[in-house]
């Protein structure tokens, strides 16, 4: 074999090693977008009551007495957070059921899902009037959570203690996107009204912080897609070092012995 064709045989093969099949639609999630799309124009920003979630009600008033029926006791809960004689009290909380309904001391059947905080809050407290003076009402939700996945340092699912929490916020508990995500068009999706919709979210521009969508609901999904740079960096093997000397040395050897 002439030396100049093996050479040419050489850097086929190598270039075929090194080459891979991946390409965009291989790696970026929600590419085809079955979801509808979110008419964030008409979206309600504030954050409203779902089937699933979870709140805590807390009743006070100047009679301490006159409130105790209408609070859950503290329970003892573990490390393992399972319920204990030994532990740290919590309040108890409320499942709001799939017809928007929780069951509450005295009250009975009460329909809290679709309402806001502040309509809940002046819903019970009505209600209490009946049989407190005064009653002051604390509504806390206790599972709400964001998800942030894709290109950003790390990915998960997280807590948010306040019920308030922005787009910038949210990629900031991710650790920021990386260098290769694609910083134009970060996916959302929320249920709004039973459904799941999206909307797409330009962080290059101010005018992001007027958006609808800026602060966050429970449930919320947040991926960033990766760039043009990491698909085509997917595109070659990881272990091209590896081949790019195996190629090294058979060409050596196989030059070596056709002289």
């Not at 979206?43 to 009743?59: N, P, Q």
């Not at 709400?144 to 922005?166: M, Q």
């Not at 260098?179 to 992001?208: E, H, P, Q």
């Not at 050596?252 to 012995?257: G, N, P």
């Amino acid at each position: 074999m002439k030396p100049y064709i093996f050479k040419r045989i050489a850097f086929l093969l190598l270039i075929t090693s090194l080459a891979s099949c991946a390409s965009r639609k291989e790696i970026a999630y929600f590419q085809d977008e079955p979801i509808s799309s979110m008419n964030v124009e008409n979206l309600d920003t504030e954050i409203t009551y779902r089937s699933d979630d979870l709140l805590t009600i807390d009743v006070s008033a100047l009679d301490p007495d006159a409130v105790r029926p209408f609070n859950l006791p503290a329970v003892s809960y573990n490390a393992s957070n399972i319920v204990s004689a030994q532990g740290n009290l919590r309040m108890q909380t409320y499942l709001i059921d799939v017809n928007g309904n929780i069951e509450f001391p005295v009250l009975g059947t009460l329909s809290i899902g679709g309402k806001t905080r502040t309509e809940a809050t002046n819903y019970l407290k009505d209600l209490l009037k009946e049989y407190v003076k005064d009653p002051i009402v604390n509504i806390r939700l206790t599972n709400f959570t964001i998800s942030v996945l894709g290109e950003v340092t790390r990915p998960g699912t997280f807590t948010v203690l306040d019920e308030r929490i922005s787009i910038p916020e949210a990629l900031g508990l991710a650790g920021d996107l990386t260098i290769y995500g694609r910083r134009d068009n970060v996916f959302l999706i929320r249920d709004v009204d039973g459904k799941k919709s999206y909307a797409k979210i330009d962080l290059t521009s101010i005018n992001m912080v007027n958006s609808p969508v800026y602060y966050l609901k429970q449930n919320d999904v947040i991926y960033v897609e990766p760039n043009k740079t990491k698909v085509r960096q997917s595109n070659f093997n990881p272990n091209n070092a590896q081949i790019i000397s195996a190629v090294g040395i058979v060409a050596t050897i196989v030059a070596i012995l056709i002289r």
